[in-house]
């Protein structure tokens, strides 16, 4: 509805419904919609290939732009502020045509609706403020899929979005290896929505995992990127970066079980004394890390509420995503885009997550085991890893207002504890 209600647009503006819908009941509800708003416009397809990437793709072949044209894709659950598109407009009407790619800023929509959402979406912020900006002035700038803009010429000259899950993020970069540019947007801000609960999560990072594994194997076939010599070394090292945590994640978690086995095992490393600068070194990255975070919020118990969750929200979810990754870099993506909102899309996620809650508690009691054999103070890394992944099966509770609720996002708190716990015995351990 925010589309509807944007001011000032002019003549020369078409709003567009893509539909894919497989569902008779929400084809309905569009067409219902379409009705009731006779300025919005229809484009209908009659199956799902390609899914997002294929859907825009079969839109704007209909639609044919000019190469001149502009095109914004705003998700069903966005709100655009109300002068969004004209001051977009503003922003883009003097862009060179090198630049293909405007990306917006994003907020948090408020009120959060569920206890997940309260602690946790302090990360939208977190990535649109900070991180986004810095990137435009020093790195790679991504199109995202929202909050941002395309030009029609751009995407022609691409010959599409590619297919593949993370669309959007490959299409950037081909642009780049075309020599567009894509330029930070920071006139106004999209509000979106944070993953409601523990399975949302799950299924969102799942896609994005094997999105970004399915991403390396298209990056092997897209090589003028690495060999472009109009891409800055930073853009190619930051490109990759972006991808990094999701690469990260399955050597993480192999570290964690590869150091406590060899610790429990190995004469000279138990105990363990630690090098005089290692502690500094620990204590340098921490506080890097969190100095990030009052540009999100100012107030303090809620950082410390993100950062105590989050830690353990994620690293519960680090093994199914580890493997998401993998399977996603060997076989390639096999998840729906929508990250699983319609009923087909989500039996994949929904089998994948109950393994999950069999496989993680195991991974999370040989990782107290090979803590408890290691004489070192990273027993407590593997220790708040181990209670991490203890704590998947209870990960739904985490939005539930009763006692059980509670007493869910109190331990949720522990594994942080076991990371502090972890920089004090540092200190305690190291030589001189």
Known sequence: MSCLSQTDLGKGHRLIICD??????????????????????????????????????????????????WIVIVDADELLDPAHLWSLGCFIHDLPESVGIVQGLSDRRLPAQTRLQECLSLEIPLCFRTVLPSRGRFGFVPYLGHAGAFRAGAW????????????????????????????????????????????????RLSKFSSGTGELFRYLKKEATFSRSGVITASEKFD?????????????????????????????????????????????????????????????????????????????????????AFVRGLIKGARFDPTHGRTSNAASLPAREFRLAMIFTPILGIGALLLGSTCDSPFRWVIAGHGISYLLFPIGPLFNREDFLGSICRGLFVIPTVCFILALVALYSQTWY
Request: glycine share 8%; aromatic share 14%.
């Open 20 to 69: 894919d819908s497989e569902s008779e009941e929400e084809k309905s509800r569009v067409d219902s919609f379409c009705k009731e708003h006779p300025t919005v416009e229809l484009i209908r397809r009659g199956d799902r290939a390609g899914y997002k990437a294929g859907n825009i793709n079969h839109a704007l072949g209909v639609i044919e732009p000019a190469s001149d044209d």
């Open 239 to 323: 490109a990759l970066m972006q991808l990094g945590i999701y690469v990260i994640n399955p050597i993480a978690l192999l570290n964690v079980f590869v150091f406590g086995w060899l610790s429990g095992r190995s004469e000279w490393m138990n105990p363990i004394l630690v090098p005089p600068l290692l502690p500094y070194l620990f204590l340098t990255l921490t506080l890097w890390a969190v100095s990030f975070l009052p540009t999100g919020s100012p107030r303090f118990g809620e950082i410390f509420r993100y950062w105590s969750t989050a830690s353990t929200v994620y690293l519960s979810l680090s093994p199914a995503v580890a493997f």
């Open 156 to 203: 022609k000259a691409a010959g599409g979005f590619p297919a593949v899950v993370s669309e959007d993020y490959a299409f950037a970069i081909r642009l780049r290896s075309l020599g567009f540019q894509g330029v930070v947007w920071q006139g106004s801000t999209v509000r979106e929505s944070y993953p409601n609960s523990f399975k949302a999560l799950f299924r």
